[in-house]
């Protein structure tokens, strides 16, 4: 495992094979890389992991921990140069590269996503969306026109689609799932309560709101448990 650097001895991100970083720490570099964006345009130009626990909610040591998988980004007694870390994140994530995204279902969910103008600035493309309805087949959401699902193949490829966005009523998920894998889609975010499977070497996201307001309650029910004097049996 990497050791944990401090806040110094500059050094450019190196290469570490994705099998090698915990997930949970992949899960954070986003909101680190938002909010690296955020000083930014705050016109700060250097910060440090104290700053940035404080503004995360992660610890100082958590922060540096994080960073070391990927090398060494920080100057001593300077802490890190907010436009340099903000690059190298990019890059490690990918995000200094441009990608194609199809969605899968257009109902509100998918007519939704398709009007959503946040995806571009951060270099996701729609550029393609795909239903099984014929009442929705040749109209246009968003910019974009819908296509059959026969028309997924040639137009994943003709388009370089790398990525996509499923948002089918429950029945359908495992199929599309593998209609996309078939066409050679790796990286799939799903937005239906299903848990799909997948090959080796494709990654899905799944995206439940219901699972999060259950995790949620939980602390809720807790908190009026403690209230009440319910301890639980010794």
């Excluded at 995360?56 to 090398?71: E, H």
């Excluded at 087949?137 to 026109?145: L, P, Q, R, S, W």
């Excluded at 359908?172 to 070497?201: E, F, K, M, W």
């Excluded at 709101?209 to 010794?234: E, F, K």
Aim: proline share 6%.
């Amino acid at each position: 495992m990497a050791t944990i650097p401090r806040d110094f001895n500059v050094a450019p991100g190196t290469s570490v094979s994705a099998l090698e970083v915990p997930e949970v720490v992949i899960d954070r570099l986003p909101q680190y890389v938002r909010t690296l964006t955020q000083l930014l345009e705050e016109g700060i130009e250097v910060t440090n992991s104290q700053q940035l626990g404080a503004q995360l909610q992660v610890t100082p040591a958590q922060i540096r921990k994080d960073l070391s998988y990927f090398g060494r980004f920080g100057k001593q007694g300077r802490g890190y140069r907010v436009r340099h870390l903000l690059t190298e994140l990019k890059q490690i994530l990918g995000l200094d590269a441009e990608w194609n995204v199809a969605v899968i279902g257009v109902g509100r969910l998918g007519n939704a996503i398709l009007n959503y103008p946040g995806f571009n600035p951060d270099g996701f493309h729609l550029v393609a969306a795909f239903d099984n309805n014929p009442d929705n087949v040749g109209k246009e959401v968003g910019g974009i026109a819908i296509q059959p699902m026969n028309a997924l193949a040639d137009t994943v490829t003709s388009r370089d689609i790398t990525i996509a966005i499923v948002a089918v009523p429950s029945a359908h998920t495992q199929s599309v799932v593998d209609q996309l894998v078939a066409c050679g889609v790796r990286a799939i975010l799903n937005y239906t309560p299903i848990n799909a499977q997948v090959p080796p070497g494709v990654r899905v996201r799944s995206i439940d709101p219901v699972l999060a307001l259950q995790s949620m309650t939980y602390y809720l029910a807790d908190q009026g448990h403690t209230a009440n004097g319910h301890q639980g049996a010794d």
